[in-house]
């Protein structure tokens, strides 16, 4: 008899723990996209969770330190790392993605202090949505910048 | 010279672990003493090469040897000394290093022990942990060597390499490119060690319980021995994240301490998997159950700590703690799966013998409470794998790349921290084979009544957040639930023994170190979830752009902004302090100075918060933005986040008391039968629970 009870407290936990998970999962999904998969999907993503990924564009970081509003607009950079690396790694492709003027590009929106690494070929990647106007709307923007860590050897020459 | 004596130390220490592991395995099938105590010796040699060629490694790095591509790496002439130091573990194969002596240090501590009683377990305990160490000195030879040097070839090219390529002349870099400044912070002489500490102390409880399962002598041994092993494992990998919280909250700049970050989860993972295996070993103890089940989790934690050193240190994935990049990987995913599968396998041929010896009879016994508490740390897990693991499961079947963030681990994990705590008040009080909740209610009711004080007193306080009321009734129902329990011992035994109340409270926990201790725990994680309910429900912020003079306000506060100043820093910063006066009710409370770093030799910035912390509130301020052009104005963001101290005084707490649980204390089968002149024996009993 306590078998039968114990098994069904089990199945009870179990079934609470796959509730929980999906239905999280369902309200807090973010779907990964990059910038041409945006623009392919059109105006089927907006208003949904999303998380992009693009290089920033250096001359066009506009600062308002008064509404703290952030605009810059970011390219087009692969999403797959193999296709990264195929290219050459990840400084290769931003430096190409900031230079490649025919890129896809999308402005961004984000309200807050300035991150202390957005700059010219960074690699934004931002969470937030798509709005009617086009333009993405970021809650979060994380920034990493691979020139500094990824060059092997060192460049000046002293003996 | 000293690179290669560092790496030649090294690979010394790499052949004589493999001789030791090839030893044990031979000695022990061969049935040849000798060679097992040579595999020993064999052993305890590897943490006195390790030591000399990890020194050598800090004297490079502390020597400004940028000629070796490791130190120009993770330092530069303007770091401060400890800074110099702590380097060895700020880069990926530096912190390898730092795995391989440790282990090294923890597995020659363990052979060094009176193996008497226990010599079948020794050649197996040998066997996994010079594995361990050979894997991980294995990759720092072949793959990630930090005594790598750089070369000038006769093409002018600059390569790295080990030893000199024909032709090529040594390349001696002006200055290194110094340490990411994110980690230049004392939190690096702590927050790293404690977390690798942790993470190699629970290769020892795995490696006795491979001993039990190969020689198939599966009482309870293993976990006698290893028990204090596993409680200073926890202490340590819980101070780990405990500190890293702190560092976060104190230089990220966003007013948090813990972000559901991949590689936070990575180290909060094997710490779910140790802290269930700490409950349910008690189980094998007191009744001989849940053997497998005990099995199953030291193998899941070890994996887990291979998984978690892996991510860590990889760079596989974006985040904070992503500041290495290297190819490691598979060999990493290989070891985890081969050892996953042998443990499993092993576990699986050792199965019948592992059975309970008592069967649950009822659902509120200490043991049915404690198998759920079990199974709710493993529904943490799963969450937290489950949010990992996610985007590759979504890229697999749909072929969009779908993540989970931070609001997915609180929904999904909130419920089940919540029926955690319920667990923490009921079951101290239930017990061993079989409870009724007529005797649960009886110990029960009466904390129960008080606690639910709280909410009511918060709900008339216009608290009316529900998450938040239900969180501080059951912190309240924990915390009185156990002080109660330990109240009622106390004076149990005031009465038996006519001891004065404080001295039988001090014998009390003298004598059930590990069960009192445990509840001093209990109520450290409610002082931590006081602070985190504070600051994830009530936390608020603003920001704004203000000329001097003027203030900002929130919560009460008002943050005027007084002064700036710019000006370099010794050790290659250039500094800029704002100076901001806060005032409450226009009383002045004092000076905060958040400010900016600059970094000259990572061209980077960091953005250090001023502070004012008191037990009810943080005031956490942010130097956002300044240009000398506009030197008249400067950003700030300001956060309030009520009682986020208590999460500190918490850790604080949990410390001792983790201190009072693994103590060391004589074993009740070491006790001194005392004989008496009449020829009576007494026998004092010390480790009971």
Redesign the interface.
């Given at each position: 008899m306590?078998k039968t009870?114990?098994l069904l407290?089990?199945l009870l936990?179990l079934a609470?723990?796959v509730y929980?998970?999906f239905?999280?999962?369902a309200?807090?999904?973010?779907?990964?996209?990059t910038i041409d998969e945006l623009r392919a999907k059109g105006s089927s993503v907006i208003g949904k969770n999303l998380?992009i990924s693009g290089a920033v564009i250096g001359d066009t970081i506009q600062?308002d330190?008064?509404t703290?509003t952030l605009t810059f607009e970011v390219a087009h950079v692969p999403?797959d790392n193999k296709e990264i690396e195929a290219q050459g790694g990840l400084a290769a492709v931003l430096h190409a993605a900031v230079t490649d003027s025919t890129r896809n590009r999308i402005k961004v929106v984000y309200v807050?202090?300035?991150p202390?690494?957005l700059r010219n070929e960074a690699q934004a990647?931002m969470?937030g949505h798509l709005g009617d106007d086009g333009i993405f709307y970021a809650d979060e923007l994380?920034l990493?910048c691979p020139t500094?860590?990824?060059e092997?050897?060192?460049q000046?020459?002293?003996? | 010279m000293l690179p290669e004596f560092g790496f030649g130390t090294l690979f010394l220490a790499f052949l004589v672990a493999v001789y030791s592991v090839l030893a044990a395995l031979i000695g022990e099938r061969r049935r040849r003493p000798d060679l097992v105590e040579s595999a020993r010796r064999a052993q305890l040699l590897t943490w006195p090469l390790i030591t000399l060629s990890a020194g050598t490694l800090v004297w490079l790095l502390v020597n400004n040897r940028f000629d070796v591509s490791f130190v120009y790496e993770v330092t530069s002439r303007s770091m401060p000394t400890y800074l110099k130091i702590t380097a060895w573990w700020g880069g990926q194969a530096g912190s390898l290093v730092f795995w391989a002596w440790l282990m090294s240090a923890f597995a020659s501590l363990v052979t060094l022990r009176k193996w008497d009683r226990d010599a079948e377990f020794l050649p197996w305990v040998i066997l996994v942990t010079s594995i361990t160490l050979a894997f991980f000195l294995g990759l720092v030879i072949f793959a990630e060597n930090p005594f790598n040097r750089y070369w000038q070839t006769m093409s002018g090219d600059v390569v790295e390499r080990m030893f000199r390529p024909a032709g090529s002349l040594p390349f001696f870099p002006q200055d290194g490119r110094g340490l990411n400044p994110l980690l230049r912070h004392p939190g690096m002489i702590v927050h790293p060690p404690l977390l690798y500490l942790g993470f190699v102390s629970f290769v020892i409880p795995y490696a006795f319980a491979m001993a039990t399962l190969i020689t198939g002598r599966t009482d309870d041994r293993w976990i006698h021995i290893t028990r204090r092993w596993t409680l200073w494992a926890w202490l340590f990998l819980s101070l780990g994240l405990v500190f890293g919280g702190r560092w976060a909250y104190d230089v990220l700049g966003w007013g948090g301490y813990w972000g559901w970050d991949p590689v936070e989860i990575a180290a909060f993972m094997p710490w779910l998997t140790g802290t269930a295996f700490l409950h349910s070993v008690m189980i094998q103890e007191k009744r001989g159950m849940l053997k497998q089940w005990n099995m199953i989790l030291i193998i899941l934690t070890y994996d887990l700590v291979i998984f978690g050193t892996f991510l860590t240190r990889s760079g596989v994935l974006s985040s904070v703690h992503a500041f290495a990049q290297s190819a490691i990987g598979p060999a990493f995913f290989g070891f985890i799966g081969l050892t996953f599968v042998l443990s499993v396998a092993l576990l699986l041929s050792r199965w019948t013998a592992l059975r309970a010896e008592a069967e649950m009879k009822s659902m509120l016994s200490r043991e049915a409470l404690f198998l759920l508490n079990n199974l709710l740390f493993l529904s943490i897990l799963i969450v937290c794998f489950w949010g990992v693991i996610f985007p590759l499961i979504s890229e697999l079947v749909t072929g969009q790349k779908v993540t989970v963030g931070p609001p997915f681990y609180e929904r999904a994990t909130a419920p089940l921290f919540a029926g955690m705590m319920a667990l923490m008040a009921i079951a101290p009080l239930s017990a061993w084979g079989k409870s009724t909740w007529k005797t649960l209610g009886r110990a029960m009711w009466k904390p129960s009544v008080v606690a639910l004080l709280v909410p009511i007193a918060l709900w008339i306080g216009k608290m009316r957040n529900w998450a938040a009321l239900i969180g501080f009734f059951l912190v309240a129902l924990v915390t009185l639930v156990t002080l109660y329990e330990i109240w009622r011992a106390a004076r149990a035994r005031q009465k038996a023994q006519k001891e004065t109340f404080p001295v039988a409270l001090m014998r009390l926990f003298g004598r059930n170190r590990r069960r009192y201790g445990g509840y001093l725990v209990h109520i450290s994680m409610m002082l931590m979830a006081i602070g985190i309910l504070g600051i994830e429900i009530f936390q608020t912020e603003t920001q704004g752009t203000i000329r001097l003079g003027q203030s900002l306000s929130l919560a009460g506060y008002e943050v005027r902004y007084d002064d700036i100043a710019r000006f370099p820093a010794p050790d290659g910063r250039e500094v800029t302090r704002a100076v901001v006066s806060v005032y409450r009710d226009d009383k002045y409370l004092g000076e905060l100075h958040p400010r900016i770093d600059f970094y000259f030799d990572t061209q980077q910035t960091m953005t250090i918060p001023g502070q004012r912390s008191t037990l009810a509130d943080d005031l956490y301020v942010l130097l956002v933005d300044w240009q000398p052009v506009s030197a008249e104005q400067a950003t700030f963001k300001i956060y309030h986040n009520p009682l986020v101290n208590w999460l500190w005084l918490g850790a604080l707490v949990f410390i001792a008391a983790i201190l009072i649980a693994a103590w060391p204390q004589p074993e009740a089968e070491m006790v001194p039968v005392v004989v008496t002149s009449s020829g009576s024996r007494r026998a004092r009993v010390g480790a009971s629970d």
């Amino acid at each position: 008899m306590p078998k039968t009870k114990f098994l069904l407290g089990g199945l009870l936990i179990l079934a609470a723990v796959v509730y929980l998970i999906f239905s999280s999962t369902a309200a807090s999904a973010e779907y990964f996209m990059t910038i041409d998969e945006l623009r392919a999907k059109g105006s089927s993503v907006i208003g949904k969770n999303l998380r992009i990924s693009g290089a920033v564009i250096g001359d066009t970081i506009q600062y308002d330190p008064q509404t703290l509003t952030l605009t810059f607009e970011v390219a087009h950079v692969p999403g797959d790392n193999k296709e990264i690396e195929a290219q050459g790694g990840l400084a290769a492709v931003l430096h190409a993605a900031v230079t490649d003027s025919t890129r896809n590009r999308i402005k961004v929106v984000y309200v807050g202090p300035k991150p202390d690494l957005l700059r010219n070929e960074a690699q934004a990647i931002m969470t937030g949505h798509l709005g009617d106007d086009g333009i993405f709307y970021a809650d979060e923007l994380l920034l990493k910048c691979p020139t500094r860590y990824e060059e092997a050897v060192p460049q000046q020459t002293q003996p | 010279m000293l690179p290669e004596f560092g790496f030649g130390t090294l690979f010394l220490a790499f052949l004589v672990a493999v001789y030791s592991v090839l030893a044990a395995l031979i000695g022990e099938r061969r049935r040849r003493p000798d060679l097992v105590e040579s595999a020993r010796r064999a052993q305890l040699l590897t943490w006195p090469l390790i030591t000399l060629s990890a020194g050598t490694l800090v004297w490079l790095l502390v020597n400004n040897r940028f000629d070796v591509s490791f130190v120009y790496e993770v330092t530069s002439r303007s770091m401060p000394t400890y800074l110099k130091i702590t380097a060895w573990w700020g880069g990926q194969a530096g912190s390898l290093v730092f795995w391989a002596w440790l282990m090294s240090a923890f597995a020659s501590l363990v052979t060094l022990r009176k193996w008497d009683r226990d010599a079948e377990f020794l050649p197996w305990v040998i066997l996994v942990t010079s594995i361990t160490l050979a894997f991980f000195l294995g990759l720092v030879i072949f793959a990630e060597n930090p005594f790598n040097r750089y070369w000038q070839t006769m093409s002018g090219d600059v390569v790295e390499r080990m030893f000199r390529p024909a032709g090529s002349l040594p390349f001696f870099p002006q200055d290194g490119r110094g340490l990411n400044p994110l980690l230049r912070h004392p939190g690096m002489i702590v927050h790293p060690p404690l977390l690798y500490l942790g993470f190699v102390s629970f290769v020892i409880p795995y490696a006795f319980a491979m001993a039990t399962l190969i020689t198939g002598r599966t009482d309870d041994r293993w976990i006698h021995i290893t028990r204090r092993w596993t409680l200073w494992a926890w202490l340590f990998l819980s101070l780990g994240l405990v500190f890293g919280g702190r560092w976060a909250y104190d230089v990220l700049g966003w007013g948090g301490y813990w972000g559901w970050d991949p590689v936070e989860i990575a180290a909060f993972m094997p710490w779910l998997t140790g802290t269930a295996f700490l409950h349910s070993v008690m189980i094998q103890e007191k009744r001989g159950m849940l053997k497998q089940w005990n099995m199953i989790l030291i193998i899941l934690t070890y994996d887990l700590v291979i998984f978690g050193t892996f991510l860590t240190r990889s760079g596989v994935l974006s985040s904070v703690h992503a500041f290495a990049q290297s190819a490691i990987g598979p060999a990493f995913f290989g070891f985890i799966g081969l050892t996953f599968v042998l443990s499993v396998a092993l576990l699986l041929s050792r199965w019948t013998a592992l059975r309970a010896e008592a069967e649950m009879k009822s659902m509120l016994s200490r043991e049915a409470l404690f198998l759920l508490n079990n199974l709710l740390f493993l529904s943490i897990l799963i969450v937290c794998f489950w949010g990992v693991i996610f985007p590759l499961i979504s890229e697999l079947v749909t072929g969009q790349k779908v993540t989970v963030g931070p609001p997915f681990y609180e929904r999904a994990t909130a419920p089940l921290f919540a029926g955690m705590m319920a667990l923490m008040a009921i079951a101290p009080l239930s017990a061993w084979g079989k409870s009724t909740w007529k005797t649960l209610g009886r110990a029960m009711w009466k904390p129960s009544v008080v606690a639910l004080l709280v909410p009511i007193a918060l709900w008339i306080g216009k608290m009316r957040n529900w998450a938040a009321l239900i969180g501080f009734f059951l912190v309240a129902l924990v915390t009185l639930v156990t002080l109660y329990e330990i109240w009622r011992a106390a004076r149990a035994r005031q009465k038996a023994q006519k001891e004065t109340f404080p001295v039988a409270l001090m014998r009390l926990f003298g004598r059930n170190r590990r069960r009192y201790g445990g509840y001093l725990v209990h109520i450290s994680m409610m002082l931590m979830a006081i602070g985190i309910l504070g600051i994830e429900i009530f936390q608020t912020e603003t920001q704004g752009t203000i000329r001097l003079g003027q203030s900002l306000s929130l919560a009460g506060y008002e943050v005027r902004y007084d002064d700036i100043a710019r000006f370099p820093a010794p050790d290659g910063r250039e500094v800029t302090r704002a100076v901001v006066s806060v005032y409450r009710d226009d009383k002045y409370l004092g000076e905060l100075h958040p400010r900016i770093d600059f970094y000259f030799d990572t061209q980077q910035t960091m953005t250090i918060p001023g502070q004012r912390s008191t037990l009810a509130d943080d005031l956490y301020v942010l130097l956002v933005d300044w240009q000398p052009v506009s030197a008249e104005q400067a950003t700030f963001k300001i956060y309030h986040n009520p009682l986020v101290n208590w999460l500190w005084l918490g850790a604080l707490v949990f410390i001792a008391a983790i201190l009072i649980a693994a103590w060391p204390q004589p074993e009740a089968e070491m006790v001194p039968v005392v004989v008496t002149s009449s020829g009576s024996r007494r026998a004092r009993v010390g480790a009971s629970d």
